[in-house]
């Protein structure tokens, strides 16, 4: 049995990870910062796997360890390392607290540093495994109002690529989950000032109907079967992100006149 842990997997994208795995057969932990939704998840998840639920901090290095210790000594190995879990603040840059942008680096790039810290080592040594990041398509092109998401997410797409490149002769992989708007709770917080979350992910952006996080989460499965690098959807997300290499001066233009329509609509 396949042996994986999610971050973040009380809610979301990772919760919806979860799922996909008990229902490919696998033993997954859900693990959690709110040990009430890891375990509301890891019971409702229906299929031939396994999953438990289990409260960790991924700010901390000693919580991740431990977890992922935990897995190695019951099961003998980790196949799938999900960094998933994150947060989000939408407003103006110069409305951030250090305090806030401390948050926001701790849990999206050192929580991610801390998954690897203590999975890939373990993958190195039984010659196999595959670790999934999720970043956002804030990762690979930039827009304000979200500048210190966006700073985390790029670092996060960098610290996958760069890591695939080196796991690739040990027989790990490494890929990153780079999704437009997906229709998780993550659209309604992180809200500073007058700029509403879903309102300023969809409408603000054209975007009628989010990425169902089910779907998501197959395509991502689907993906580290075929050892895929990046995970870009949903088709728009691929399409905005082909220009933006092509046409990196156009869509920075085209980013500067979205956030003046985003300030424009909450006055």
């Known amino acids: 049995m396949r042996t994986a842990i999610v971050t973040g997997g009380g809610s979301g994208i990772g919760a919806a990870l979860v799922r996909a795995l008990v229902a490919d057969g696998a033993y997954v932990v ?3 910062l709110d040990p009430e939704a890891a375990a509301l998840v890891s019971g409702s998840a229906g299929g031939p796997g396994t999953a438990v639920a289990r409260q960790v901090d991924v700010t901390s290095a000693e919580s991740v360890e431990a977890a992922v210790a935990a897995v190695v000594e019951e ?8 960094n998933n879990a994150g947060i989000t603040w939408l407003g103006a840059t110069e409305s951030l607290t250090l305090a806030q942008w401390d948050a926001i680096i701790d849990v999206n790039v050192r929580g991610v540093v801390h998954g690897v810290h203590a999975a890939y080592p373990r993958m190195i040594r039984q010659r196999g495994g595959h670790i999934v990041n999720t970043a956002s398509m804030g990762g690979l092109m930039a827009a304000g109002l979200m500048t210190s998401y966006v700073t985390t997410k790029h670092a ?7 890591l695939r490149t080196e796991a690739a002769a ?25 700029f509403k979350g879903r309102d300023f992910y969809l ?4 975007v009628k109907h989010p990425v169902d996080p089910d779907v998501l989460a197959r395509r991502v499965l689907a993906a580290v ?6 995970v870009v959807e949903p088709r728009q997300a691929r399409v905005a992100w082909r220009i933006g290499r092509l046409a990196p001066v156009l869509v920075n233009r085209m980013a500067t006149r979205f956030v003046a329509r985003q300030r424009a609509r909450v006055g």
Do not use: F, Y
Not at 75 to 82: A, I, N, Q, W
Not at 203 to 206: C, P
Not at 225 to 230: G, K, L, P, T, V
């Open 170 to 194: 040990h027989g790990v992989g490494v890929t990153v989950v780079c999704p437009a708007a997906v229709d998780t709770p993550i659209l309604d917080k992180g809200e500073i000032g007058p």
């Open 203 to 206: 409408e603000g952006q054209g």
């Open 225 to 230: 079967a075929a050892d895929e690098a990046i």
């Open 30 to 32: 859900c693990a959690d």
């Open 156 to 162: 996060v797409v960098g610290l996958s690529l760069a």
């Open 75 to 82: 099961h003998g190995r980790l196949d799938l390392m999900v």
